[in-house]
């Protein structure tokens, strides 16, 4: 039987995330779209990246990848290893990304692959905005 790839449950963009010791819920705070700047390039200090999945089978290779739409450029990427106990289980995987530079604006995915299948796409916009003038 050929290994397929898990389902994907959800992918978020979010500030931080806060996972309870004892419960080991998890808390997604600051959830965004989009990223404005007014110059560029920029550097985004801190986003953490929230993935489920269910229906795997054994191990997987992973990958999180951050892709500027426009010109196919890769900004960054992570990569690691998950293992399904059964079919059953739902895969929770907490992403922090420190220090992200963005070079232009623009359209922005974030691509989730399992042994290099696309399993979960997010697009964000990141938008550059006139810098706030001080008050006279």
């Known amino acids: 039987m050929e290994k397929s790839s898990p389902i994907g449950l959800a992918i978020v963009i ?4 806060i996972e309870d010791k004892l419960t080991h819920k998890k808390s997604l ?6 990223i404005a700047t007014p110059t560029f390039p920029c550097r985004h200090p801190r986003m953490a990246v929230f993935v489920s999945l269910t229906e795997g089978r054994g191990a997987y290779d992973v990958r999180l990848r951050m892709v500027h ?4 450029t890769a900004i960054g990427e992570v ?3 998950i293992q399904f106990a059964d079919m059953n289980m739902v895969a929770e995987l907490n992403f922090e990304l420190l220090n992200v530079t963005f070079p232009q604006a623009g359209l ?10 696309l399993v979960l796409e997010r697009r964000f916009q990141v938008l550059q905005i006139k810098p706030q ?3 006279a």
């Open 108 to 117: 922005y995915s974030i691509e989730f692959y399992c042994d290099d299948n």
């Open 133 to 135: 003038t001080p008050p």
């Open 69 to 72: 739409e426009e010109t196919a």
């Open 79 to 81: 990569k690691g290893q």
């Open 14 to 17: 979010c500030d931080q995330i």
């Open 29 to 34: 705070i600051g959830i965004f779209n989009q």
